[in-house]
Every structure is written in C-alpha cells, then in structure tokens.
C-alpha cells in the first residue's frame, strides 16, 4: 500500500520525513494511518483527504 508520511518518524530499522510517500505492507500502513501519521495515497498520486487541493481563501 502507498501511503504519505504527515509527520516524522523513525525506529531501528527505518526512517520516514513528513511529506515522503512510501510503499509498506497493508497492516502496517493500516496502523500508522489510524494512528494520524499517514494518509493513504490513491492511484492518480493524490493523497486521500489530502488538504493541498483546497480552495483557500484569504479575508481582507
């Protein structure tokens, strides 16, 4: 499963910055998903729920 890391993390054997996109097995990306330190990325690229392609509007 493809997922977008949201915010650092690390342990023995790995390493992952905010805003990496990785590959990890279903269970594992499954738990850091639930855990709100990953969004799972879908097909087209885009990360599911993923705030960027909103509308922002600034008030004045």
Do not use: C, H, W
Request: proline share 2%; net charge positive; glycine share 8%.
């Amino acid at each position: 499963m493809r997922i977008k890391i949201l915010k650092s993390l690390a342990g023995l054997n790995f390493s992952y910055s905010a805003g990496q996109e990785i590959e990890i097995e279903k269970e594992q990306a499954s738990q850091l998903i639930k855990a709100g330190l990953a969004e799972e990325v879908q097909e087209d690229g885009n990360a599911k729920g993923n705030r960027s392609n909103r509308a922002r509007t600034s008030k004045p």
